[in-house]
């Protein structure tokens, strides 16, 4: 065994969505955890995204009266999730588990005085579905005050809206061009942007306000936690138990104990090429919207000590551009694919699929689609009222875009659909007779060969000050425009194999004794599918949670 410098009671490989959580029910039990992460910021990929969690039956629909339960949650899952041989991370005694504790998790939270609440309006992604809930099953925090963390603010991973807006308010200032409460929300958040200024306070909002919120508790309570800690290797006893693990801590070899258990929650593997090629190829690590350290060597690590994986070749696809000029370098476009005045065609020039249905879904049709016509990347098609309407890579409606754009050939523009399909080196007779079916269902408001606009959720993504559709409106007002996107993600969704109580299996299913994962380290419970908003981040708080819980009720045991 190898000498030990320090000694805690929990060990928690990663600081993003289930680690301060873990953290925190760890201090709860009166135990010491420590947080070791590799990069130079806190926070992890959860800090970068939208910061929702889909947490089933939680209290907040309760609190408004809205139906949902245990036997209703599992109905859900059961028709969206389902049992395959091939998805052993979301066997149905994992669902349940799921579904059991994540309200649990919820409770805990808040007793910490973590301030959450629920999206008021955000649907399950499969709505129609028998067990749906139409109003969503999402909660998020409310705005933090990045300031309170004095000296530590720098410390904390920013998020890609660098605008304060609530998880609600982001869907609607979109839409200040063609809505009221757009408008009244643009001028609500330009008022708190002043009046922030003023003040010296520092709004955060998305998953920035979620982690800023775990982040300032974990200080306050004590949780000692680590940068640039990278962890190169897991320690084990003779009989084969993880006791600790081998970290880097600023450039000097740390061996460090845990008494009680090692959580990783270290990402998955989207920014490794090496190993996409190997479980994903065709897909890029450039197109990843995920944290730097989502690099996989934790998994490779878990593996090494006989760790059964899973789900491998699945990820949270999320359709991404990358227009010149972008401050971080990649555009998530999710909600501007499904606006009216607008469609998505693949390389010949035919549209294949429904605009409108959930981003991981949508990829995943993308790269089916890529296998017997180039749509990888695809292009989206639109005229200009939505060009005046809508955002645009995340500039605002009706703005005067960066000169690059066309400059460099990114956005392309024609005055005629055919002028538009020769600069996409697009056959025009194809690209128009796309077009015109579209627009005969778009005038309908029924989408008879895609369905787009056929569940609450593809209405949701819309807009709803558009008739006789909120999903769809014709191409029609020249001059139009086209740019491409990729199957881009917001984190792998497959890892390691692990239990009802977040322990890690070997590959013949037996337990390795010691050794916790949460989050995208970890095959999940969601299997391939995305049931809702925060189907990535909830599970890794709630098996967080559930991995702390259970490894401080061994060792008081």
């Known amino acids: 065994m190898a000498q030990t410098d320090e000694t805690f009671d929990f060990v928690i490989v990663g600081s993003g969505g289930g680690s301060m959580c873990a953290a925190l029910a ?52 059961d028709a969206v999730v389902g049992d395959h041989n091939d998805t052993p991370g979301a066997t149905r005694e994992r669902r349940l588990a799921y579904i059991t504790r994540a309200p649990q998790m ?26 749906a809930v139409e109003t969503g099953r999402t909660v998020f925090a409310e705005l933090f005050d990045g300031s309170v963390l004095g000296k530590d603010f720098g410390n904390l991973r920013p998020n890609f809206v660098p605008v304060p807006v609530k998880s609600e308010e982001a869907w609607e200032i979109g839409l200040y061009k063609t809505t009221w409460l757009g408008k009244l929300t643009l001028a609500k958040v330009a008022l708190r942007m002043v009046t922030a200024k003023l003040t010296g306070k520092k709004w955060l909002g998305s998953g920035a306000a979620l982690q800023g919120r775990m982040y300032h508790k ?19 006893d003779d009989s084969g138990r993880v006791i600790g693990v081998a970290t880097r801590i600023d450039g000097e070899e740390r061996t460090i104990h845990a008494r009680y258990g090692v959580l990783v929650n270290a990402g998955g593997f989207a920014r490794n090429q090496e190993m996409r090629d190997k479980y994903q190829p065709g897909t890029s690590a450039n197109w990843s919207a995920t ?77 089916a689609r890529n296998k ?26 009706g703005s005067k875009k960066p000169a690059s754009w066309l400059g460099e050939g990114w956005l392309k523009k024609g005055n005629t659909i055919e002028e538009l399909a020769s600069k996409c080196d697009i056959d025009p007779g194809t690209l128009k007779a796309s077009v015109e079916r579209f627009n005969g269902f778009a005038r309908k408001g029924v989408d008879e060969d895609f369905e787009r606009g056929g569940t609450a959720y593809d209405r949701f993504l819309g807009d709803k000050g558009n008739s006789p559709s909120p999903s769809m409106g014709p191409v029609e007002k020249g001059p139009f425009f086209a740019y491409q996107f990729y199957p881009g993600d917001v984190g792998t969704y497959g890892g390691v194999i692990t239990d009802t109580d977040a322990r890690v299996l070997r590959e013949d299913g037996s337990v390795i004794d010691g050794l916790y994962a949460t989050g995208i380290s970890t095959a999940s419970v969601m299997g391939r599918a995305y049931p809702g908003a925060g189907a990535s981040v909830g599970p890794s708080f709630v098996w967080g949670y559930v991995a702390a819980t259970h490894a401080m009720e061994q060792a008081a045991g």
């Open 218 to 236: 974990a200080l306050q309570a004590g949780v000692d936690m680590r940068r640039k800690a990278g962890v190169e290797r897991l320690l084990t």
């Open 291 to 367: 944290s730097p350290g989502d690099t996989g060597e934790m998994i490779q690590e878990m593996m090494r000590l006989g760790a059964g994986v899973a789900q491998m070749d699945e990820m949270v696809g999320n359709q991404a551009a990358f227009p010149p000029e972008n401050a971080d370098g990649i555009a998530l476009v999710v909600s501007e694919i499904a606006k009216p005045n607008s469609m998505v065609v693949d390389q010949s020039g035919e549209r294949y699929i429904n605009e409108t249905q959930s981003y991981m879904s949508f990829c995943q049709g993308m790269l």
């Open 106 to 131: 919820v409770d805990f939270l808040v007793d910490q005085d973590i301030k959450l609440k629920r999206h008021h309006y955000w649907p399950d992604y499969y709505s129609s579905a028998p067990g």
């Open 26 to 77: 760890v201090k709860a039990a009166g135990m010491e955890p420590l947080i070791l992460e590799k990069t130079d910021l806190f926070g992890g990929t959860t800090a970068k995204s939208g910061g929702i969690m889909w947490i089933p039956n939680n209290r907040f629909l309760k609190e408004a009266g809205i139906e949902d339960s245990t036997e209703q949650s599992m109905t859900y899952m």
């Open 372 to 397: 017997s016509v180039p749509a990888v990347p695809s292009w989206l098609v639109y005229d200009s009222q939505y060009n005046s309407k809508y955002m645009v890579t995340g500039t605002m409606p």
